[in-house]
């Protein structure tokens, strides 16, 4: 089964400082990759998303991520982060496979993310 | 609001007590996903339905869980006969299509539904 690994479990920046947070997953076959965000007391929400192509992606609010197959990575980066980028970020990571049992995304267990004005 | 709805949004129970946690999903969306997220860890698959029919269930949902999606349209989660573990965050999301990987690959998430087991 696959699997999504965050190694960063809290990071605090200070504003305008450059972000990249890892994401790594355990799967050899192909995968579409994704970055949710959760602001505090908002639902979580899509931030960017990695099915085929051009392996640098890019999100809303300046994110963007970077599949990397051969490290099995998908880490998120912002060259310059803003107060506002304060949230818990949660990589995800489906099998692209057609059959019925695999059509759920599997999410890692998240990185808080605190910018000090 | 026309996004997923959650109700109650909170629910504390003593211990033996059932609970049952309702969805509304975004209309016309095909497809619900019922989740548990506890505190530090990201949100574990529970189970997922397509218009009415429950298509896979995870082996964290235990006998005493049970998910029905009677119309196709909103969801209930009911927990019966709660434990302290089962105190967590139970979030709904939907999504349009047959075939998730087909669509956007978006998830739409609803606030959640927190579960104070004591």
């Known amino acids: 089964a696959q699997s999504v690994s965050q190694h960063n479990h809290h990071v605090i920046l200070s504003e305008a400082a450059s972000l990249e947070l890892g994401c790594n997953y355990s799967?050899?076959?192909?995968?579409?990759l994704f970055w949710y965000v959760q602001y505090p007391g908002q639902h979580l929400q899509l931030l960017l998303k990695y099915f085929s192509g051009d392996p640098l992606v890019k999100g809303i609010k300046g994110f963007e991520a970077e599949f990397i197959k051969s490290k099995f990575s998908f880490n998120l980066r912002k060259p310059s982060v803003q107060w506002s980028d304060t949230a818990e970020y949660f990589c995800a990571v489906i099998v692209s496979i057609s059959n019925f049992g695999n059509e759920k995304l599997t999410f890692g267990t998240g990185t808080r993310l605190t910018i000090i004005p | 609001d026309t996004g997923v709805s959650q109700d109650p949004r909170h629910k504390i129970t003593k211990r033996g007590q059932n609970v049952t946690f309702r969805c509304d999903p975004i209309?016309?969306?095909?497809?619900l996903y019922w989740y548990r997220q506890t505190l530090g860890q990201g949100p574990e698959f529970l189970t997922y339905f397509q218009n009415e029919a429950q298509l896979e269930k995870s082996r964290l949902l235990s006998d005493r869980f049970s998910a029905e999606r009677p119309k196709g349209s909103f969801s209930t989660l009911e927990i019966q006969r709660t434990e302290q573990g089962d105190s967590a965050m139970y979030l709904c999301?939907?999504?349009?299509?047959?075939?998730?990987?087909?669509?956007?690959?978006?998830?739409?998430f609803g606030e959640g539904s927190r579960l104070t087991v004591l």
């Open positions: 999301a939907s999504s349009l299509g047959t075939t998730f990987l087909l669509q956007t690959g978006e998830l739409f």
């Open positions: 799967y050899g076959g192909t995968v579409n």
């Open positions: 209309s016309e969306h095909n497809r």
